[in-house]
């Protein structure tokens, strides 16, 4: 039986890619990752979750307008069950405030930013694709340097990457991204040079919902990103 594609393309690279983790290039402290399971008021979510499956199965080509479609209404589902999250997130963040820690926390959706700013107050800063790139350091730097700023809450994809945060010993993940990578990402603003204690990363997870789904997928494409950067046989010398 031929191999399956990844790992054919992991044989091709494994002469020319050389990677180096982090943990082996870095004298940090460790990271753990836990996953916390949340009670959600679901009945809204599970509403638009079947109306976007019962679409999908009305229409079941997947390209074009009927695609496109499903995605809007996918992400209505996801959106709602993110702000359903916020309680969750709300007490995980009050939990590690009362530990004198700081908080960042990582979202997709922009009703989960202004309710997490709306409960912190001049406690929290945010960073989102509406703030400006020069905007951005600034909040940033509040949370590293300001002894007021205990809480940075961002979108996964504009506070996600460039910036130090190592302030904070702690990332909650409010709502799940597509894209392992851009996790890994996200968690590492904490957990990097200048971090002398223990990061520690919390995933909201809410069973029975969409999470189920996205949490598999991302499964999926890391146990692949792995094959392709670990996996690869060794070069020949």
């Not at 009945?43 to 080509?61: F, G, I, M, T």
Request: aromatic share 6%.
């Amino acid at each position: 039986m031929a191999p399956p594609t990844w790992r054919k393309l992991a044989q091709l690279v494994s002469g020319v890619l050389l990677r180096r983790t982090k943990d082996e290039a870095l004298d940090l402290p460790p990271k753990v990752r836990l996953r916390q399971p949340v009670a959600i008021a679901a009945k809204k979510v599970v509403q638009l979750e079947a109306r976007a499956l019962d679409y999908l199965e009305a229409n079941p080509a997947r390209n074009g307008p009927t695609w496109i479609t499903f995605l809007g209404l996918l992400n209505r589902a996801r959106c709602e069950l993110a702000v359903a999250k916020v309680p969750a997130t709300v007490e995980a963040i009050r939990e590690r405030l009362e530990a004198d820690e700081k908080v960042v926390v990582f979202t997709n959706y922009q009703a989960v930013v202004d309710a997490i700013v709306e409960t912190f107050g001049a406690a929290c800063v945010s960073i989102t694709g509406n703030h400006s790139s020069a905007a951005r350091p600034h909040a940033a730097a509040a949370l590293q340097t300001n002894p007021s700023v205990r809480v940075l809450v961002g979108n996964i994809h504009a506070a996600g990457t460039g910036i130090t945060l190592t302030a904070a010993t702690h990332v909650v993940f409010n709502d799940l991204d597509w894209v392992p990578g851009n996790h890994w990402q996200a968690e590492d603003r904490i957990y990097r040079i200048g971090q002398t204690r223990p990061a520690f990363v919390t995933y909201l997870y809410a069973e029975n919902t969409l999470d189920d789904f996205v949490a598999a997928l991302l499964e999926a494409k890391a146990r692949n990103i792995g094959v392709l950067e670990a996996e690869a046989p060794p070069t020949r010398r």
